[in-house]
């Protein structure tokens, strides 16, 4: 603290502390709703503490999922379809990364550069600007309604393989060098020095990656038409699709709670981690 | 920058790269050039017909009042989250770096929406926002405003506007605390020493330094404002009421995939594309400067 103006301060927390509330108000309006009964929530204003209805409503949406009007998938099938795909991505997304990076930077070979530069394009080319023949190419290949069509075309990654090469071109030259002349070839030298030096960018990034996964929405909404494939945030939107009659807030609530938890949680527990790897891709 | 050791092999590097380069290849190259070939192209309802028409598509796009009108919500919508966004987690990030020994707290207290996913964080807008129920709502009828989201195109756009610049308040204020951070604190106290007070340091040494800072951030919310807004527009009011949120990426999604206007949803497709280049290269360059300093 460069002087003490204890009124300044005290204003800075006031301020800080309302912005956290003004953050923080959706959730807890939604972790309220997700615990009262139908009717509750219908009330207006809803009530504002916590109703009796948590356990039912959870076990509910988990097992049958929401309604009785909107025929959807239990969310707890959600939730796994939603992991699977968040599992794919990051953990293709970093592989397919590594190895891309390994070969740009300790290869030299034709087309190196090109390679380079379309991999760097498709940072300009995401699924939106580019949705019907995406979706016309997975339909081709029968992609549609299944693991891979939700996950493969997602995995290509410019951010990751930057970020590998970035580091890559850090690890000083003399460990390849005894490498190589402790006669190990080059896939020895990625699986004995390459990765577990870069370990610390994997774990960061992969928080990264799990979390975009799990929040995808445009295409696993084009790709999925069968609710046993849907995921959980398309669930949600499934669910209020009904109209205004039809939706049952607290259930749908109480989806959107466990929507968020998974890698609302993740970040929390590994904060440090995650801001690294936040930082990082971005450089 | 280049490795001075390096791997002798024919095959090895094509083998490593080939998964990347087949990704990349058939789901993002393959439909770009469709999407650049087919934007010249007329076709008929049922798709039986087809006819070269050079630009036609974009010209009638662009003579389109329906476009246009997409056009002006989308810099409307953009304009106010990049703007508002960036003022609200400056003043968190300065206000959180002021108080040092809390800051740590309130970073854990505004970091997790980050991990909200943009579709749900605005179904529980839509819930807060809802004219019958939503809490919101019902508050801001209290002060004497018929709120209704679902008639009124203003407070949807109202609506839409407050979910984006939540889900990406966290974001901003990483990078801002971040940046606020790493200004020498030497700088701060020979002005303090000088006489200057909190506001004038803010004003003449602290803003300026963080302008790399501030310009990244300025980009990366045009290009979110721009791109990936989309779950948050279809979840919570689908472009409507009337057009009142339709922008350019909900347009070409409405149109391809709703209205079947192919040729249309093609162009807008390659409009948004050359727009989004544009920013993509004015956001490198600038790393490329900061790479520099």
Redesign the interface.
């Known amino acids: 603290?460069?002087?003490n103006?204890p009124i300044?301060?005290f204003f800075?927390?006031l301020?800080?502390v309302i912005?956290?509330a003004l953050?923080?108000?959706?959730?807890y309006?939604?972790f309220v709703?997700s615990s009262l009964a139908v009717d509750e929530?219908?009330?207006?204003?809803?009530p504002?503490l916590p109703g009796s209805h948590l356990i039912e409503n959870y076990t509910k949406v988990l097992s049958q999922g929401a309604s009785t009007n909107v025929t959807t998938a239990p969310v707890g099938h959600m939730m796994f379809n939603s992991l699977v795909s968040a599992l794919v991505i990051a953990i293709g997304k970093i592989?397919?990364?590594l190895?891309?990076a390994?070969?740009?930077?300790?290869?030299?070979?034709r087309f190196?550069t090109l390679?380079f530069w379309?991999?760097f394009?498709?940072?300009?080319?995401?699924v939106?600007?580019?949705?019907?023949?995406?979706f016309?190419?997975?339909s081709d290949l029968h992609m549609l309604d299944t693991y891979a069509g939700l996950t493969?075309?997602l995995?290509?990654s410019a951010t990751a393989?930057f970020l590998f090469r970035q580091f890559f071109?850090t690890i000083p030259?003399?460990l390849?060098?005894a490498a190589?002349i402790d006669g190990a070839?080059?896939?020895r030298?990625f699986w004995d020095v390459v990765v577990p030096l870069s370990r610390p960018s994997i774990a960061a990034l992969f928080l990264i990656l799990f979390?975009f996964g799990?929040?995808?929405?445009?295409w696993p909404?084009?790709v999925t038409t069968d609710e046993s494939m849907y995921t959980t945030?398309?669930g949600?939107?499934r669910m209020?699709a009904g109209g205004?009659a039809a939706t049952e807030?607290n259930l749908?609530?109480a989806t959107?709670m466990l929507?968020?938890l998974p890698?609302?949680l993740?970040?929390?527990l590994t904060?440090k981690w995650?801001?690294k790897g936040?930082?990082d891709t971005?450089? | 920058?280049e490795?001075?050791?390096?791997?002798?092999?024919r095959w090895?590097?094509?083998a490593?790269?080939a998964?990347?380069?087949a990704?990349?290849l058939?789901?993002?190259?393959?439909?770009?050039a469709?999407?650049l070939y087919?934007s010249l192209l007329v076709q008929d309802a049922f798709g039986n017909a087809t006819q070269f028409v050079w630009f036609e598509n974009f010209q009638d796009l662009f003579r389109n009042d329906e476009y246009l009108a997409s056009f002006r919500v989308t810099a409307v919508f953009s304009f106010l989250v990049a703007i508002l966004g960036l003022s609200?987690s400056l003043?968190?990030a300065v206000?959180?770096d002021?108080?040092?020994r809390?800051a740590t707290i309130?970073?854990?207290?505004?970091?997790?929406?980050?991990?909200?996913?943009?579709?749900?964080?605005a179904?529980?807008?839509?819930?807060?926002f809802n004219p019958?129920?939503g809490?919101v709502a019902?508050w801001l009828k209290g002060f004497g405003i018929p709120w209704d989201p679902l008639l009124n195109g203003t407070h949807a756009l109202v609506m839409v506007v407050v979910a984006a610049i939540?889900k990406q308040?966290s974001?901003n204020f990483?990078?801002f605390l971040?940046g606020l951070q790493s200004i020498p604190?030497s700088l701060?106290?020979a002005a303090?020493i000088d006489g200057a007070g909190?506001v004038k340091r803010f004003v003449t040494i602290v803003f300026p330094l963080l302008s790399p800072t501030t310009f990244?951030l300025l980009v990366?919310n045009i290009i979110y404002a721009f791109?990936?807004t989309?779950?948050i527009i279809?979840?919570a009011t689908g472009g409507g009421p009337g057009q009142a949120t339709q922008i350019l990426?909900y347009k070409?999604?409405a149109d391809?995939?709703k209205g079947l206007d192919?040729g249309s949803?093609?162009a807008q497709?390659v409009v948004?594309?050359v727009i989004?280049?544009t920013l993509?290269v004015v956001q490198f360059r600038y790393?490329e400067r900061k790479v520099q300093y």
């Open positions: 603290m460069i002087e103006r300044l301060t800075s927390h301020i800080l912005g956290v953050v923080a108000l959706p959730v309006v939604t709703a929530v219908l009330q207006s204003p809803m504002m592989t397919i990364s190895l891309s390994f070969a740009i930077v300790y290869f030299r070979f190196r390679a379309m991999i394009v498709t940072l300009m080319l995401p939106e600007v580019r949705i019907l023949p995406t016309k190419v997975v493969v075309p995995i290509a393989t071109l030259d003399e390849a060098e190589r070839g080059p896939m030298f979390i799990w929040n995808q929405y445009l909404l084009l945030v398309i949600i939107k209020i205004e807030w749908v609530m959107a929507a968020m890698p609302a993740l970040v929390l904060q995650f801001v936040l930082v971005e450089k | 920058m490795k001075r050791a390096r791997f002798e092999s090895l590097p094509y490593l790269i998964p990347q380069m990704i990349t058939v789901f993002f190259f393959l439909p770009a469709q999407c087919q609200i003043l968190l206000l959180a002021r108080v040092i809390s309130y970073k854990t207290l505004l970091i997790w929406p980050y991990a909200v996913a943009p579709a749900v964080a179904v529980l807008w839509l819930f807060l019958t129920l809490i019902h939540w308040i974001y990483l990078f971040a604190k701060i106290e303090a909190p990244f990366v791109i990936e989309f779950a279809d979840a990426v070409v999604y391809g995939f192919l949803s093609y497709s948004l594309m989004l280049i993509t790393v």
